[in-house]
């Protein structure tokens, strides 16, 4: 029987891997862009969408970041969050735990408190309407290093009562966790949960790291996990989630083809997967559109996506 739309919609979940940059839908850059005097390279929407052939992580990362220039002010960010909010609503997505990279964005000169201020409006705005309600996880991005994280702790301190969590993310190999426990110990001090993207392009080993050096509570894509039954056994024992999205790993050809990916083997191995769409905008889908594709290319029906949304419940780090 072929899953429906309106059946995984119907699914309570979670969304616990998703960045808010990666779901500025090229007619929002754009509009943002002449709202803000900020050009792009590209000067339309199709010709955006036609840049979307990315290769790898970093293939994409380089526009991604190109394209967050748009977003300059507090009802930037509002518009930005509202309009993904609206969109896991109709996904049938009760709590979601938003990624941002305030590195990114302060680089540029735009001040912590207009993107925390403007994400937690929005943030209000929908749990006041019936939800998701949404939290917020700040990132570090590994290919900036240690010291610059802990500057950014310290920013972010001040705003900590907004806050969930951090966790760690853009370009992965060449950047192995290790370096990052000092800074996931301050998070903690500050009462901050701690999450990190590993195992995504990079080895087990970096999977390793963010367990036992950074001391995660999650585990942000992982699906690398698969190639060590050491780990997975770690991973299964301990109850440990993996944030795992699939049409991403496809794009970024982690996975050559849907068909082959490792998450049916992860359930095998007794993981706690979840489902998330990491920046829907670039990759094609938002969170339905990632269990419609699990249940079209690995043919899992809706017993198996139920389980995974519940799953995305239990992994929430706001508790079930
Ligand atoms: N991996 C690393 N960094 C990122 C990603 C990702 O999938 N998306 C946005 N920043
Ligand atoms: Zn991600």
Redesign the pocket.
């Known amino acids: 029987m072929t899953v429906t739309r309106a059946q995984v919609a119907a699914l309570p979940k979670a969304e616990l891997h998703l960045?808010i940059?990666?779901t500025l839908e090229p007619e929002l850059a754009l509009e943002l862009s002449a709202r803000n005097g900020v050009p792009l390279r590209h000067a339309d929407a199709a010709a955006l969408r036609r840049a979307y052939a990315f290769t790898s992580?970093s293939s994409?990362?380089d526009l991604?970041y190109e394209c967050m220039a748009v977003l300059r002010t507090a009802r930037d960010f509002a518009d930005l969050a509202g309009a993904y909010l609206a969109k896991a609503r109709a996904d049938g997505v009760t709590r979601t735990e938003i990624f941002f990279?305030p590195q990114v964005h302060m680089a540029r000169g735009v001040p912590l408190s207009a993107v925390i201020d403007g994400l937690s409006a929005a943030a209000g705005r929908s749990a006041a309407a019936g939800g998701p309600r949404a939290e917020l996880i700040a990132c570090f991005l590994r290919d900036r290093g240690p010291d610059d994280a802990m500057r950014t702790l310290e920013s972010l301190a001040g705003h900590a009562g907004r806050l969930l969590g951090v966790g760690l993310?853009?370009?992965?190999v060449g950047y192995p966790p290790a370096g990052f426990a000092g800074v996931f110990d301050a998070a903690r001090g500050l009462g901050l949960h701690t999450v990190a993207?590993a195992g995504?392009e990079g080895p087990p080993e970096y999977v390793w790291q963010a367990l036992d050096l950074l001391g995660v509570e999650r585990v942000d894509?992982g699906i690398r996990s698969v190639e060590d039954p050491a780990l997975l056994r770690r991973l299964a024992a301990d109850g440990t989630p993996l944030t795992v999205?699939p049409l991403?790993n496809v794009r970024?050809r982690c996975v050559d083809v849907m068909a082959n990916h490792p998450l049916p083997r992860l359930l095998d191995a007794g993981v706690l997967v979840t489902v998330n769409s990491?920046?829907p905008a670039y990759f094609g889908g938002y969170v339905a559109d990632n269990y419609l594709a699990l249940a079209a290319e690995l043919d899992l029906g809706l017993t198996d996506l139920a389980a995974l949304a519940g799953n995305s419940i239990t992994a929430s780090l706001t508790g079930s």
């Open positions: 960045h940059e990666g992580l994409f990362l991604y990279d993310d853009s370009a992965e993207h995504e894509h999205c991403s970024l990491d920046d």
